[in-house]
């Protein structure tokens, strides 16, 4: 069952920025953690950032220093703030959580595509 909407995504220039937005149907503190994910075209998913319940935030080696992942609880959502976008980074960007993924659940992700 899919439990988070992301949204946010769009066309925009190298070293231009985007905020994505994950919405959750539930607070966000019934899950470990909110996670980050992306897909390429041809490529595997590939994890990008983690929040958990302390607010403890992790990025993936690519975007770090760039990409910075937080969260409104008030709101159930978890914003991915990009900047600095490299064409490298078009993909299809998903939130989701540890116990979906564990299901195999996906929603259908916001797409970002990086061209000059």
């Known amino acids: 069952q899919v439990q988070v909407v992301e949204s946010g995504g769009g066309l925009v220039q190298p070293g231009g920025s985007l905020r994505l937005s994950c919405s959750a149907s539930?607070?966000?503190?019934?899950?470990?953690?909110m996670v980050w994910y992306r897909q390429a075209p041809g490529k595997e998913r590939e994890w990008v950032a983690t929040?958990?319940?302390?607010?403890?935030?992790y990025t993936a080696d690519s975007v770090k220093g760039r990409f910075t992942v937080s969260r409104d609880n008030a709101k159930n959502t978890v914003y991915l703030q990009m900047n600095s976008l490299k064409p490298e980074d078009t993909a299809v960007y998903y939130c989701?959580?540890?116990?979906?993924?564990?299901?195999?659940?996906w929603g259908q992700g916001t797409q970002v595509t990086v061209s000059s």
């Open positions: 989701n959580t540890p116990q979906a993924m564990g299901r195999g659940y």
């Open positions: 929040i958990d319940n302390s607010g403890i935030t």
């Open positions: 539930v607070n966000i503190f019934s899950f470990n953690a």
